[in-house]
C-alpha cells in the first residue's frame, strides 16, 4: 500500500517540477520592448512621423516583443537568398546593424541605420560602410576580414552561378578592393582611406544614389 | 509569412549599400515604384459592417481581390468606401489574414459557405494555417462524400420511371426496387418466404427423427423424409432459377451482372442441387457430393437483398479490409511465436499433449481468444508462464483493430441513415410542398448546388485561380538579386544550365570565353573550378509572395537564351520566379546593354548604357533577339 502511494507522489513531484519548468520558460519569452517616443526618434533620424510609423507598424507586426534575434535576421535574409547560405553575411549585418552589442536589434537600432543608409550623407553611408566591413571594431581592414565578408558575399549566390564560381574568386576580390583602396600599401584600409578612395569612384558614387528610395 | 518578408525586403535592400564599395559595375536602376507612398486607411463595408484597416495590409497579398486592383470594382463613390454584399462574419477571418498572414478556419461555419467566400476574394485554400488545416480538410472531404452520395442516390431508381421504358427496364428496375409496384413487392416476399423455408429444411434434415418401425438407429429427417424435402428443395431451387434468369435477362448490363457479389451467391446457393441430380447415384462420389451440399447454406446470405443491416455489415467489412489484414497478420505472428515457444517449453514431459507446432496452434488461438477450452494445458513451469503471458497479449491484439472496425461500421450505418432520410425528404419534396414556396429560392438551391460542382471543379486547379500581375515587392527584389549579381560579377542560374557550362567548360570554350570576360576570369584557362567547393544543394526558390509553383519542366519551358560564345546567358530570373511572363523586367535589359559591351567585335550596336527601363513584354523579347541576331552567329535559342 505504501509502496502504491509512493509511487504516486513520486508521479506528482515529477510532474510539478515540469511545470515550473514551463513557467519559467514562458516567463522568459514574454520579453518585450517599447521603442522610446516618436518625436525623440524623429528628431535623431532623417524620417518624418509618417515613415515612422509605417516601418513601425511592419516591425511590430513581424516582432511583436520588439526585438529580432540573430537567427530571426538571419531566417529573414534566408529567404531573400534562397539559392545560396546567407547566415554568414547576415552575422555580419546583424553585427552592424546592433551598434549596441546587446545580440538583438531593436526598433531604435532599426530605424537608425535605415536612416544612415537612405536618408545620410555620402560621408555617413561609407562610414557605415566601413564599419560593416570592420568586423573587430578596431578602425582597420585588413585582408582576413575583407576576405571573410566577400566570401560571406559569395555564399550567398550559392552554387548554380555563371560563370562558374572559382575557389579563388573571392581573394581575387578582395585583392582588387585593397590595391583600389590601400592608398599607403601598409596592408590595413583606414576609414579615411576607405572614404577617399570611394569618394573617387564614379560607379560608387553613383549607385550609392540608388538607393534612396527604397522606403 | 509573405507579410513577413515584405516588411524587411526595403531593409534588405537598404543593406545592399554595403556591397557598394565592393562591386565592379555599376548597380542597376531600381524599380520605379508608381504606388503612392502614404498610408491610408481604407474603409470596407460588408453588408452594412463597417471595416477599416491600412491600405498597406490589404496589398501584402497582391494575387487576391481585395490587395489587387479588382477591389476598385467594388468602390462606391457616394461613401468613399468598398462595399462588399457578403457574409460580414466571414469576411472577418478572412481580413484576419491579412492582418496576420495566417487563415483560420471557423469550425462552426460551413464548409462550402467558407470556400465560396474563399473562391470569391480569391485566396487559395491551401494556405490554411497548420492549425487548422486537418479540420478543414476532414469537413472537406466529407462534405465531398456526402455530396458524391446524394448525386447518387439522385440517380438511383426512386425517381418515377422514363415515360418510354422497355419492359425489360421495367423489370429491372422492379427487381431493384421492389416498392415501385405491388407485383414486385409480392415477388420480394415470396423469395424471401422460400429463403427462409430452404434454410429451415436445410437445419431440420439433419435432425435425428425416430427410426422408422424396424430400425434401431436413429435417423436423420431427411433421410426418412427424403421425398418431401427432395420436392421441397426442388421447389425452392426452381423459384431461385427462375428469379436469377429473370435478373439475368433484365440486367441492362449481363457481364457486370455476372460478376456481381450478389448474382454469385444466387448461383453457388443452385448449383449443388442441379450437380447433384446430374450425378449418378455412386458410393464413391456422393462423398464429394455431400460436401456440395454444404454450399446450400449460402442461401442465407441471399438474405442480404432484403435487409439493408446485412448488406451494412458487408461493406464495413469491406472497407475496414486493412485493419482485419493488420488483426490477422498480427494474429499470426503471435500464434506462431507463441506456439513455438510453448511447443519448446512442454517438449520435456512426457504426456505433452503439445505434439508438435502446428498442434500447439489449436492451443494458442484458443488461449489468445480467452477460449481455453482445457483439451491442451501445459504443465511445466516454464509453459505456465508463457501461457499467461500469451492469454494477456490476446488480449491486447484483438483489442485494438476493433475500435476502428466499429467507427467505421458506425460512420457507414449513419450514412445509411442519412440516405433514407434524404430518401424521405425527396418525397416529402415531390410531393409538392416546396412548390408552395418561393421560386427564387428554388432557382437559388438549383444554383446552389451547381455552383457547388463547379466550385469543385475549379478547386483541384485552384493555383491556376489566382496569378496576376508581378507586383511591386517581385521587382524589388529581383532588383536586389541583381544587385548582388553585380556586386559579385556572377550570375545566378540554374542546376540544369550549371551542368551544361561545366560540360561546356571543360570541352574547350576556355580560350574565347577569357578573353572577353570581365577581369574577374582574368586569363586563366583553368577548368579546375568547373565544380566548386560548395555542395550544397538548393531546390528551386519558392517565393513566400508566390501563389503559384511552376514545375521544373515549365521552368525548362521558359525562354533561356544559350549562347556558344561570349554574351551572358538571359536565364537568371526564370527558376527564381515562377511567372513565364520573364521579360518584363527592367534589369534584364540592362543585363543586354551589359554584355554588347563585352563583346570584343560589337557589331554596329552602339553601347547604350542609358536605356530606359521599359516596362513592355514583348518589346523586350524583340530587343534581346535582335540583340543576338547582331552579335555572334552561333547562338542557340533553347525552347523559346
Redesign the interface.
Given at each position: 500500500m505504501g509502496a502504491v502511494v509512493g509511487t504516486l507522489t513520486m508521479q506528482t513531484k515529477s510532474r510539478r517540477l515540469s511545470r515550473d519548468k514551463a513557467d519559467d520558460d514562458l516567463e522568459m519569452t514574454v520579453v518585450c520592448h517599447r521603442p522610446e517616443g516618436l518625436d525623440q526618434m524623429e528628431a535623431q533620424t532623417n524620417f518624418s512621423k509618417r515613415e515612422l510609423q509605417v516601418l513601425y507598424r511592419g516591425f511590430k507586426n513581424e516582432c511583436p516583443s520588439g526585438v529580432v534575434s540573430e537567427e530571426t535576421f538571419k531566417q529573414i535574409y534566408s529567404k531573400f537568398f534562397p539559392h545560396g547560405d546567407a547566415s554568414a553575411y547576415a552575422h555580419y549585418l546583424f553585427n552592424a546593424f546592433d551598434t549596441g552589442h546587446t545580440g538583438s536589434i531593436k526598433f531604435e537600432d532599426f530605424v537608425t541605420a535605415l536612416s544612415i543608409l537612405l536618408r545620410g550623407s555620402v560621408t555617413e553611408k561609407l562610414q557605415w560602410t566601413f564599419n560593416l566591413y570592420d568586423i573587430n571594431r578596431d578602425g582597420y581592414i585588413n585582408k582576413e576580414e575583407m576576405t571573410d565578408i566577400v566570401r560571406a558575399i559569395y555564399d550567398m549566390m550559392g552554387k548554380y552561378t555563371y560563370p562558374v564560381l572559382k575557389t579563388d574568386a573571392p581573394k581575387q576580390h578582395v585583392d582588387a578592393f585593397f590595391q583600389k583602396m590601400d592608398k599607403n600599401r601598409d596592408g590595413v584600409v583606414t576609414l579615411d582611406e576607405f572614404i577617399l578612395s570611394c569618394q573617387e569612384d564614379e560607379n560608387i558614387m553613383r549607385s550609392l544614389q540608388l538607393f534612396e528610395n527604397v522606403i | 509569412?509573405a507579410?513577413?518578408?515584405a516588411?524587411?525586403?526595403?531593409?534588405?535592400?537598404?543593406?545592399?549599400?554595403?556591397?557598394?564599395?565592393?562591386?565592379?559595375?555599376?548597380?542597376p536602376?531600381?524599380p520605379v515604384?508608381n504606388t503612392s507612398?502614404?498610408?491610408e486607411i481604407l474603409y470596407v463595408n460588408v453588408s452594412g459592417v463597417r471595416f477599416q484597416t491600412?491600405k498597406?495590409t490589404l496589398d501584402r497579398y497582391p494575387d487576391t481581390l481585395l490587395g489587387s486592383s479588382e477591389k476598385e470594382f467594388f468602390f462606391n463613390e457616394d461613401t468613399q468606401e468598398y462595399f462588399f454584399d457578403r457574409d460580414p462574419e466571414m469576411f472577418r477571418h478572412i481580413l484576419n489574414f491579412y492582418?496576420t498572414g495566417k487563415l483560420h478556419y471557423p469550425r462552426h461555419e460551413c464548409i462550402q459557405a467558407f470556400d465560396e467566400e474563399l473562391a470569391f476574394y480569391g485566396i487559395v485554400p491551401e494556405i490554411i494555417g497548420d492549425c487548422c488545416m486537418e479540420e478543414y480538410r476532414d469537413r472537406k472531404k466529407e462534405n465531398q462524400e456526402r455530396l458524391a452520395e446524394d448525386t447518387e442516390a439522385n440517380e438511383s431508381t426512386d425517381a418515377p420511371l422514363p415515360p418510354h421504358s422497355t419492359p425489360r427496364e421495367r423489370l429491372w428496375r422492379a427487381f431493384e426496387n421492389p416498392h415501385t409496384s405491388t407485383m414486385a413487392l409480392v415477388f420480394y416476399y415470396v423469395t424471401g418466404f422460400f429463403i427462409a423455408v430452404s434454410v429451415i429444411a436445410n437445419v431440420v434434415e439433419t435432425v435425428p427423427c425416430r427410426p422408422p418401425k424396424g430400425k434401431v438407429k436413429d435417423l436423420p429427417c431427411g433421410e426418412k423424409y427424403d421425398l418431401a424435402f427432395f420436392c421441397m428443395d426442388t421447389a425452392c431451387v426452381l423459384i431461385f432459377t427462375f428469379e436469377y434468369l429473370m435478373r439475368l435477362f433484365a440486367a441492362p448490363s449481363r457481364c457486370k451482372f455476372m460478376r456481381s457479389v450478389m448474382s454469385v451467391i444466387d448461383v453457388v446457393a443452385i448449383m449443388p442441387y442441379y450437380i447433384g441430380l446430374v450425378m449418378p447415384e455412386n458410393e464413391d462420389v456422393s462423398g464429394a457430393f455431400v460436401t456440395l451440399r454444404v454450399f446450400r447454406v449460402f442461401r442465407i446470405f441471399k438474405f442480404s437483398r432484403h435487409s439493408q443491416g446485412l448488406r451494412i455489415l458487408g461493406y464495413t467489412l469491406k472497407s475496414c479490409a486493412s485493419e482485419l489484414g493488420f488483426l490477422l497478420f498480427s494474429l499470426t505472428m503471435a500464434i506462431i511465436i507463441f506456439a513455438t515457444v510453448m511447443f519448446y517449453a512442454e517438449k520435456g514431459t512426457a504426456s505433452s499433449t503439445f505434439t508438435s507446432i502446428p498442434a500447439s496452434f489449436w492451443y494458442t488461438i484458443v488461449t489468445m481468444t480467452t477460449l481455453g477450452y482445457g483439451d491442451m494445458v501445459p504443465s511445466t513451469i516454464a509453459g505456465k508462464i508463457f501461457g499467461s503471458i500469451c492469454s494477456l497479449s490476446g488480449v491486447l491484439v484483438i483489442a485494438l483493430p476493433v475500435p476502428v472496425i466499429v467507427s467505421n461500421f458506425s460512420r457507414i450505418y449513419h450514412q445509411n441513415q442519412r440516405a433514407d432520410k434524404m430518401r424521405a425528404q425527396q418525397r416529402f419534396r415531390q410531393a409538392g410542398w416546396l412548390r408552395l414556396a418561393n421560386l427564387t429560392n428554388e432557382s437559388y438551391f438549383l444554383d446552389f448546388t451547381e455552383n457547388c460542382s463547379v466550385f469543385q471543379d475549379r478547386d483541384s486547379d485552384s493555383t491556376a485561380l489566382c496569378v496576376k500581375n508581378r507586383s511591386a515587392f517581385e521587382h524589388?527584389?529581383h532588383h536586389?538579386?541583381h544587385c548582388?549579381?553585380k556586386?559579385?560579377?556572377?550570375?545566378?542560374?540554374?542546376?540544369m544550365?550549371?551542368s551544361e557550362?561545366?560540360m561546356t567548360?571543360s570541352v574547350g570554350f576556355r580560350t574565347s570565353?577569357s578573353t572577353s570576360?570581365s577581369?574577374?576570369?582574368?586569363a586563366?584557362n583553368?577548368s579546375t573550378?568547373?565544380?566548386?567547393?560548395?555542395?550544397?544543394?538548393?531546390a528551386a526558390?519558392?517565393l513566400?509572395n508566390s501563389t503559384v509553383s511552376v514545375s521544373r519542366g515549365s521552368v525548362q519551358e521558359l525562354d533561356t537564351l544559350q549562347f556558344k560564345t561570349t554574351t551572358?546567358?538571359h536565364q537568371t530570373r526564370s527558376s527564381?520566379n515562377a511567372q513565364p511572363d520573364n521579360l518584363k523586367l527592367n534589369c534584364g535589359e540592362q543585363d543586354f546593354t551589359a554584355a554588347i559591351i563585352s563583346i570584343p567585335t560589337p557589331p554596329a550596336n552602339t553601347p547604350d548604357e542609358s536605356l530606359p527601363p521599359s516596362p513592355a513584354p514583348i518589346p523586350g523579347i524583340l530587343r534581346n533577339t535582335q540583340a543576338t541576331a547582331y552579335t555572334h552567329e552561333s547562338f542557340k535559342i533553347s525552347s523559346l
Amino acid at each position: 500500500m505504501g509502496a502504491v502511494v509512493g509511487t504516486l507522489t513520486m508521479q506528482t513531484k515529477s510532474r510539478r517540477l515540469s511545470r515550473d519548468k514551463a513557467d519559467d520558460d514562458l516567463e522568459m519569452t514574454v520579453v518585450c520592448h517599447r521603442p522610446e517616443g516618436l518625436d525623440q526618434m524623429e528628431a535623431q533620424t532623417n524620417f518624418s512621423k509618417r515613415e515612422l510609423q509605417v516601418l513601425y507598424r511592419g516591425f511590430k507586426n513581424e516582432c511583436p516583443s520588439g526585438v529580432v534575434s540573430e537567427e530571426t535576421f538571419k531566417q529573414i535574409y534566408s529567404k531573400f537568398f534562397p539559392h545560396g547560405d546567407a547566415s554568414a553575411y547576415a552575422h555580419y549585418l546583424f553585427n552592424a546593424f546592433d551598434t549596441g552589442h546587446t545580440g538583438s536589434i531593436k526598433f531604435e537600432d532599426f530605424v537608425t541605420a535605415l536612416s544612415i543608409l537612405l536618408r545620410g550623407s555620402v560621408t555617413e553611408k561609407l562610414q557605415w560602410t566601413f564599419n560593416l566591413y570592420d568586423i573587430n571594431r578596431d578602425g582597420y581592414i585588413n585582408k582576413e576580414e575583407m576576405t571573410d565578408i566577400v566570401r560571406a558575399i559569395y555564399d550567398m549566390m550559392g552554387k548554380y552561378t555563371y560563370p562558374v564560381l572559382k575557389t579563388d574568386a573571392p581573394k581575387q576580390h578582395v585583392d582588387a578592393f585593397f590595391q583600389k583602396m590601400d592608398k599607403n600599401r601598409d596592408g590595413v584600409v583606414t576609414l579615411d582611406e576607405f572614404i577617399l578612395s570611394c569618394q573617387e569612384d564614379e560607379n560608387i558614387m553613383r549607385s550609392l544614389q540608388l538607393f534612396e528610395n527604397v522606403i | 509569412m509573405a507579410a513577413g518578408v515584405a516588411t524587411w525586403l526595403p531593409f534588405a535592400r537598404a543593406a545592399a549599400v554595403g556591397w557598394l564599395p565592393l562591386a565592379k559595375k555599376t548597380m542597376p536602376k531600381p524599380p520605379v515604384d508608381n504606388t503612392s507612398r502614404s498610408d491610408e486607411i481604407l474603409y470596407v463595408n460588408v453588408s452594412g459592417v463597417r471595416f477599416q484597416t491600412w491600405k498597406n495590409t490589404l496589398d501584402r497579398y497582391p494575387d487576391t481581390l481585395l490587395g489587387s486592383s479588382e477591389k476598385e470594382f467594388f468602390f462606391n463613390e457616394d461613401t468613399q468606401e468598398y462595399f462588399f454584399d457578403r457574409d460580414p462574419e466571414m469576411f472577418r477571418h478572412i481580413l484576419n489574414f491579412y492582418r496576420t498572414g495566417k487563415l483560420h478556419y471557423p469550425r462552426h461555419e460551413c464548409i462550402q459557405a467558407f470556400d465560396e467566400e474563399l473562391a470569391f476574394y480569391g485566396i487559395v485554400p491551401e494556405i490554411i494555417g497548420d492549425c487548422c488545416m486537418e479540420e478543414y480538410r476532414d469537413r472537406k472531404k466529407e462534405n465531398q462524400e456526402r455530396l458524391a452520395e446524394d448525386t447518387e442516390a439522385n440517380e438511383s431508381t426512386d425517381a418515377p420511371l422514363p415515360p418510354h421504358s422497355t419492359p425489360r427496364e421495367r423489370l429491372w428496375r422492379a427487381f431493384e426496387n421492389p416498392h415501385t409496384s405491388t407485383m414486385a413487392l409480392v415477388f420480394y416476399y415470396v423469395t424471401g418466404f422460400f429463403i427462409a423455408v430452404s434454410v429451415i429444411a436445410n437445419v431440420v434434415e439433419t435432425v435425428p427423427c425416430r427410426p422408422p418401425k424396424g430400425k434401431v438407429k436413429d435417423l436423420p429427417c431427411g433421410e426418412k423424409y427424403d421425398l418431401a424435402f427432395f420436392c421441397m428443395d426442388t421447389a425452392c431451387v426452381l423459384i431461385f432459377t427462375f428469379e436469377y434468369l429473370m435478373r439475368l435477362f433484365a440486367a441492362p448490363s449481363r457481364c457486370k451482372f455476372m460478376r456481381s457479389v450478389m448474382s454469385v451467391i444466387d448461383v453457388v446457393a443452385i448449383m449443388p442441387y442441379y450437380i447433384g441430380l446430374v450425378m449418378p447415384e455412386n458410393e464413391d462420389v456422393s462423398g464429394a457430393f455431400v460436401t456440395l451440399r454444404v454450399f446450400r447454406v449460402f442461401r442465407i446470405f441471399k438474405f442480404s437483398r432484403h435487409s439493408q443491416g446485412l448488406r451494412i455489415l458487408g461493406y464495413t467489412l469491406k472497407s475496414c479490409a486493412s485493419e482485419l489484414g493488420f488483426l490477422l497478420f498480427s494474429l499470426t505472428m503471435a500464434i506462431i511465436i507463441f506456439a513455438t515457444v510453448m511447443f519448446y517449453a512442454e517438449k520435456g514431459t512426457a504426456s505433452s499433449t503439445f505434439t508438435s507446432i502446428p498442434a500447439s496452434f489449436w492451443y494458442t488461438i484458443v488461449t489468445m481468444t480467452t477460449l481455453g477450452y482445457g483439451d491442451m494445458v501445459p504443465s511445466t513451469i516454464a509453459g505456465k508462464i508463457f501461457g499467461s503471458i500469451c492469454s494477456l497479449s490476446g488480449v491486447l491484439v484483438i483489442a485494438l483493430p476493433v475500435p476502428v472496425i466499429v467507427s467505421n461500421f458506425s460512420r457507414i450505418y449513419h450514412q445509411n441513415q442519412r440516405a433514407d432520410k434524404m430518401r424521405a425528404q425527396q418525397r416529402f419534396r415531390q410531393a409538392g410542398w416546396l412548390r408552395l414556396a418561393n421560386l427564387t429560392n428554388e432557382s437559388y438551391f438549383l444554383d446552389f448546388t451547381e455552383n457547388c460542382s463547379v466550385f469543385q471543379d475549379r478547386d483541384s486547379d485552384s493555383t491556376a485561380l489566382c496569378v496576376k500581375n508581378r507586383s511591386a515587392f517581385e521587382h524589388q527584389h529581383h532588383h536586389l538579386l541583381h544587385c548582388l549579381e553585380k556586386t559579385t560579377n556572377h550570375e545566378f542560374t540554374d542546376e540544369m544550365n550549371y551542368s551544361e557550362l561545366c560540360m561546356t567548360e571543360s570541352v574547350g570554350f576556355r580560350t574565347s570565353r577569357s578573353t572577353s570576360l570581365s577581369s574577374q576570369q582574368g586569363a586563366q584557362n583553368n577548368s579546375t573550378g568547373c565544380c566548386p567547393r560548395r555542395v550544397r544543394r538548393r531546390a528551386a526558390m519558392r517565393l513566400a509572395n508566390s501563389t503559384v509553383s511552376v514545375s521544373r519542366g515549365s521552368v525548362q519551358e521558359l525562354d533561356t537564351l544559350q549562347f556558344k560564345t561570349t554574351t551572358i546567358p538571359h536565364q537568371t530570373r526564370s527558376s527564381l520566379n515562377a511567372q513565364p511572363d520573364n521579360l518584363k523586367l527592367n534589369c534584364g535589359e540592362q543585363d543586354f546593354t551589359a554584355a554588347i559591351i563585352s563583346i570584343p567585335t560589337p557589331p554596329a550596336n552602339t553601347p547604350d548604357e542609358s536605356l530606359p527601363p521599359s516596362p513592355a513584354p514583348i518589346p523586350g523579347i524583340l530587343r534581346n533577339t535582335q540583340a543576338t541576331a547582331y552579335t555572334h552567329e552561333s547562338f542557340k535559342i533553347s525552347s523559346l
